[in-house]
């Protein structure tokens, strides 16, 4: 029996698959990454992988596991020493390891040629080009980059509700949601800079601030639209790198803000098929985890932006 793993891990949730024969037979969650001063990243990586590996019962003699990671390493020996603890957290398989744009293009364009935006806690964006080329936007993290994302957008809101308590911005019903969720206000600020993942809590701001706008709040209206703008200028200059000419190219989305129909997915399209007139907006063909699971029957175009270790590595 072959088995394999499949990893989407991002900085709020990590979702594991075990692989049977290129077939997903079972899924399992874990916490995401923590970014902080005090948290070595490897090891938090390495600990939420294994946790969802001990949640599918740690299964024996799984000979490969593939991993599309907010968090992977631009480093190439820091990626070599993630790959290394995860091998020896899981019984040495072969590690195929990538960042998370990798697995969010494969699952949603099945390698083909074209762009995904991926938006959930952090933004990034991938475009393959015609020639296997690989281009890439934002994917900055949240203290250089990021424009658009969860955190972007809980971070625009929070500092709108500091605003209005402080007299420096207008009255917004952010004040009264952010209470809800977050309690007291006194203080906010000190409670998130010293939360173990502050960019996690600050994310998770998203739902009220989405409620706030659907009942009509002007500022949480207006942080949506920017960032739905920041996605959209993302997106066009990677397709103005990776392709002489829009037209006809795929352009494609993952991540969770896509889920909200209203105030992201159907603004984004049209805005994107407005400012490249000639794109063609493509509903995604799976998830990351998806494309995870896709690439473990060979990595394709994608080759040159993974990391393989151990055993012979075949790809």
Known sequence: MSLELAVDGG???????????????EITHAGGFAYSAETDLLDSVANAVTEAYEALGSPAAVRRIC?????????????????ARIRDRLGDPEVWLG??????????????PGVVTTAGTG???????????????????????????????????LRAVLAARDGRGPATTLTEAAREALGDLA??????????????????????????????????QAIWADAVDALVVTTAAVLARSFPSPEGVPVSWAGGLFAMEDLVRRPFTDAIQARCPGVEVREPLGNPLDGAVRLLAGLGPYEPLMLTAGRDAHV
Do not use: K
């Open 11 to 25: 900085q709020t949730n990590l979702r594991m698959a075990l692989v049977h024969d290129g077939v997903a037979v």
């Open 67 to 83: 991993l599309g990671l907010t968090a992977a390493p631009l480093q190439p020996d820091r990626r070599r020493r993630l790959a």
């Open 99 to 112: 960042p998370d744009m990798v697995t969010a293009h494969a699952g949603a364009l099945g390698g083909a």
């Open 123 to 157: 933004v990034v964006c991938l475009g393959i080009s015609a020639d296997g080329g690989a281009h890439q936007g934002d994917g900055h993290g949240y203290l250089l980059g990021d424009a658009g994302s969860g955190f972007s957008i809980g971070r625009a809101a």
């Open 187 to 220: 203080g906010l600020s000190q409670r998130i800079y010293t939360s173990p993942a502050p960019v996690r809590m600050v994310a998770r701001c998203t739902p009220w601030v989405a409620a706030a706008a659907r009942e009509g709040d002007a500022v949480a």
